[in-house]
């Protein structure tokens, strides 16, 4: 999410500063131009006055016009400036440098037909820093008696100009990076505010759903609305556990009290069956039920207890403790036929050993169950980068696909199986087991006949993870 919402965020903040940004910058090119304009029009007018006292035939005219012509020169020298008084006609008075000529055609010439209407030249076009070739021409008129007799022109370079205007379009670029690398860091924190209970918020959810129901979001720091969120999510969570605590409280309730009148009733048909002939069908039917039911009772109990209860994790030597295992069950395996087999290096991972060691006392039995004589049980510990693994891969019938998706659900055995001996919460009790630990079991079809079951489980630490 923080992905989405910081581009949109970035994208948004340099958007309002280039809409700030460029209006600046015409501003500082249009001032920085008029500033030029107002110069040099304040020179034409200069020039304007001098040139209004160069009148031929009258005594003097000569001298005037030579000073007049020094200070073109002087002015062109000093500033690169083309200067120049004409007449109407086109024909020079004085002008610096002695070739230049009033433009034909372009800005110049229209500067100059304006400046003949008896007005000044309006504002040049705006010289930007990237052209090389532009200038500024300012056209003012000489005025005697009312008449205008002569027209005095700049041509001016825009060297300098385009540097200053250049110089200040980098004082705003400058000025725009540290807005945006202060917008940016802005950003940053905003989406970091707004999105840290987000992220609480979600990790708590995930702890709930991998079955750590006391997880909990602290309500402090980002909007209010996600407060009132994370408020409300523990309010959710409190009832939802308290709602699991009594499912688990009654369940673990019940099966403790029905074990008293259930093992009184069997003694009773025990006593019963005394006075009934013997081999009779019917005494070992009831029989056979009642000592079903108690398996169902024990291992309801059990159940309940593997979720209530919490993990001891430590780190263990998963490959001896599943060796110990082996070895355990191995006595069974010879009475039924079954060849049991251990294999793999010492592996490490995190975990309650003594959980550890029932869920895999309950694989194994369940391997044993539907493996037939003469085939092999296999117990393989390895490790996979973060993970470490105890497969058990057996030789029985396997399960078809859709039986795969059931396994593990609590009292559900394959149709095929109803006469093995079970509750069907044997591998429920191994996944609430592992569950509490960080582990997790998975079941798929061994090759080439049988049921590959792997128990994974995590090399880090809780407070890594």
């Keep these: 999410m923080r992905t989405r919402l910081l581009p949109l965020l970035i994208v948004l903040m340099a958007g309002v500063l280039l809409a700030l940004g460029l209006p600046l910058a015409v501003s500082l090119a249009a001032a920085e131009q008029q500033r030029v304009v107002v110069d040099r029009l304040d020179d034409t007018a200069r020039f304007a006055a001098q040139a209004q006292f160069v009148t031929e035939g009258d005594t003097g005219h000569a001298e005037r016009r030579t000073t007049l012509e020094e200070e073109l020169t002087r002015y062109h020298d000093v500033y690169g400036i083309h200067a120049g008084v004409f007449h109407r006609s086109r024909a020079a008075m004085a002008r610096a440098p002695w070739h230049w000529e009033v433009p034909e055609a372009g800005v110049g010439a229209q500067a100059f037909a304006e400046a003949l209407l008896g007005r000044r030249s309006q504002d040049p076009p705006q010289v930007w820093p990237w052209q090389r070739d532009g200038r500024i021409v300012v056209a003012s008129p000489v005025v005697r008696d009312g008449d205008v007799v002569a027209v005095v022109v700049t041509d001016s370079p825009t060297g300098q100009l385009r540097s200053r205007i250049l110089r200040g379009w980098l004082l705003i670029a400058a000025g725009e990076s540290a807005a945006m690398l202060l917008a940016v860091g802005a950003a940053f924190r905003l989406t970091g505010w707004v999105l840290r209970p ?166 194994i039995d369940n391997a044993l169950k539907f493996t037939p004589k003469g085939e092999q049980v296999t117990v393989t510990a ?74 994974a489980l995590p090399r880090n630490p809780p407070a890594v993870r």
């Design 198 to 363: 987000v992220r609480v918020l979600d990790a708590a959810t995930h702890g709930i759903a991998t079955g750590r129901m006391n997880s909990r979001v602290a309500a402090a720091g980002g909007p209010p609305e996600l407060r009132r969120l994370a408020r409300s999510f523990n309010e959710m969570a409190d009832n939802v556990e308290l709602v699991l605590e009594q499912q688990r409280a009654f369940v673990a309730d019940a099966s403790h009290q029905l074990r008293n009148p259930l093992a009184a009733l069997l003694l009773r048909i025990e006593l019963l069956a005394l006075e009934l002939p013997e081999g009779n069908e019917e005494i070992a039917s009831v029989r056979t039920e009642g000592k079903r039911l108690a398996r169902v009772l024990d291992d309801l109990l059990d159940l309940a207890l593997a979720e209530h209860a919490s993990a001891d994790i430590r780190l263990t030597d998963i490959g001896e403790l599943a060796a110990e295992r082996v070895a355990a069950w191995r006595p069974l395996a010879e009475k039924k036929g079954v060849r049991l087999s251990g294999h793999g290096p010492a592996v490490t991972a995190w975990a309650d050993p003594i959980a550890l060691s029932s869920a895999l006392d309950a694989v």
């Design 382 to 455: 390895s490790a996979d980068g973060k993970i470490s693994t105890i497969v058990v891969a057996d030789g029985g019938p396997g399960l078809t696909d859709e039986e795969l998706t059931r396994v593990g659900d609590r009292f559900w055995r394959s149709g095929r199986h109803q006469n093995v001996k079970g509750s069907g919460l044997g591998l429920s009790i191994t996944r609430a087991l592992l569950s509490a630990g960080g582990g997790s079991i998975a079941y798929t079809r061994n090759e080439p006949r049988g049921l590959r079951v792997t128990v």
